[in-house]
């Protein structure tokens, strides 16, 4: 049970910034592994960042140090910042709900609808 709610998405050009938000209810994320995965036009979905439940964190090699994950416990909600976007960058991101402090789609049993970020070179 639960639902996560992604927004924040948008167009921006090349080096710009855009904040995504994921709101969680029905259940506490804050008690949850989380991550955010990209899907770009014919290509699987893919991770980005995670975050487990203690707090430890880990990036895909191509966000690394741009890209930042983060939670606010009392809105219950999962947030990620991504600077210096590139158009590489773009594509619908999602948000999800892990059995598992993982990497694989597989290992994750809820996801919200997502947001498209485009992103103008």
């Known amino acids: 049970q639960g639902q996560l709610v992604e927004s924040g998405g948008g167009s921006v050009q090349a080096g710009g910034s855009l904040r995504l938000s994921c709101s969680a209810s029905g259940f506490s994320s804050n008690s949850e592994s989380m991550g955010w995965f990209r899907q770009s036009m014919g290509e699987e979905r893919a991770g980005v960042a995670i975050?487990?439940?203690?707090?430890?964190?880990a990036y895909a090699r191509s966000v690394k140090g741009r890209f930042t994950i983060s939670r606010d416990y009392t809105k219950n909600t999962l947030y990620l910042q991504m600077n210096s976007l590139k158009p590489e960058d773009a594509g619908t991101y999602y948000c999800?709900?892990?059995?598992?402090?993982?990497?694989?789609?597989?290992?994750?049993?809820?996801w919200g609808p997502g947001t498209q970020v485009t992103v103008s070179s």
């Open positions: 975050i487990s439940f203690r707090g430890d964190t």
């Open positions: 999800g709900r892990g059995r598992a402090y993982s990497w694989l789609t597989s290992d994750y049993d809820l």
